[in-house]
């Protein structure tokens, strides 16, 4: 996939890398989504808001169920590889509904809280519970994608981005845009927005697998936005190298989901460039 004459960036190299320009303090930020957020709310940057914190069993007890929108994300504050998320899509009447269709009493919604509080899905043994407002993907990606919320993968040296690409949910990857569950990844060209390649799995496609929905050419929406939010995430975070996950959505358009300290290096595969030189201004700094 990769050119022959691209350096590649391996993980010892990637993990060096990091440990020289990233420093333990903005990594332990990140690690944290709440506290990520603030910061990328302080220098203005756009990001998804936090409806409520559960941080303790007696903030459970005393949660007010009728404070919930109708449609919401409930998140692990710390969690990894997006596990321990739940989505409620609606409310048609006292429960709420997942996408699909599942019913969602309090008392599910409330046992799931708690074993986020537990560290279930966190690398510590505590953890908070996060309630955000379900994002939409704008519709130009949501024909794209199979169900789940398409993201932009930017790769920054500081401020500038270096590489991107599109992931798109694919019923293989049960509606996640995780590349390791089969999520086709797309690569975007920085200067024009537009989809260059895909792959799904170790297959190059023209297409999405599941929507048959042409990719090769297609412009990702309000692209200049994207690019402009991922350059302010290494101002907010302090990181010099880092991964900026970004969501267009249909109301508000793009915003920050997340900030990576150790982003994956399939983006090399997928765009067909190397990581190896990216960020060599940083280490000598």
């Known amino acids: ?55 303790s069993g007696r903030d459970l007890r005393r949660l007010d169920w009728e404070r919930l929108p109708a449609a919401w994300a409930l998140k692990p504050n710390q969690s990894l590889g997006g596990s321990g998320i739940l989505l409620a899509t609606g409310r048609p009447d006292e429960d709420w509904r997942t996408a699909s269709g599942r019913r969602l009493p309090a008392w599910r919604i409330a046992e799931h809280v708690r074993l986020i509080l537990d560290g279930e ?100 929406p309000q692209w200049d936005e994207i690019l402009a939010a991922a350059s302010r995430c290494a101002e907010a975070t302090g990181l010099r190298y880092l991964g900026a996950d970004i969501v267009v959505d249909a109301r508000v358009g793009p915003v920050i989901l997340e900030v990576n300290a150790r982003p994956g290096l399939e983006i090399q595969n997928v765009t067909g460039n190397g990581l190896a030189d990216t960020g060599e201004l940083e280490l000598q700094q």
Request: net charge positive.
């Open 1 to 55: 996939m990769l050119r022959a004459f691209d350096r590649i960036l391996g993980l010892n190299a990637r993990n060096e890398r990091i440990a020289r320009v990233n420093t333990l303090r903005s990594i332990k930020l990140v690690n944290d989504k709440h506290a990520t957020k603030q910061a990328l709310q302080a220098v203005g940057a756009p990001t998804v808001p936090t409806l409520l914190v559960v941080r």
């Open 121 to 220: 899905f966190s690398p510590r043994a505590r953890d908070c519970a996060l309630f955000e407002p379900l994002l939409e993907p704008d519709p130009v990606l949501a024909r794209l994608t199979y169900r789940g919320l398409p993201d932009v993968r930017v790769i920054c040296r500081g401020h500038e981005p270096r590489l991107a690409m599109l992931r798109l949910p694919t019923s293989a990857s049960d509606g996640r845009a995780n590349l390791h569950q089969h999520a086709v990844g797309a690569a975007v060209d920085l200067r024009s927005g537009r989809i260059v390649r895909a792959w799904s799995g170790r297959v190059g496609v023209d297409a999405h697998p599941d929507t048959g929905q042409p990719l090769i050419g297609t412009t990702v």
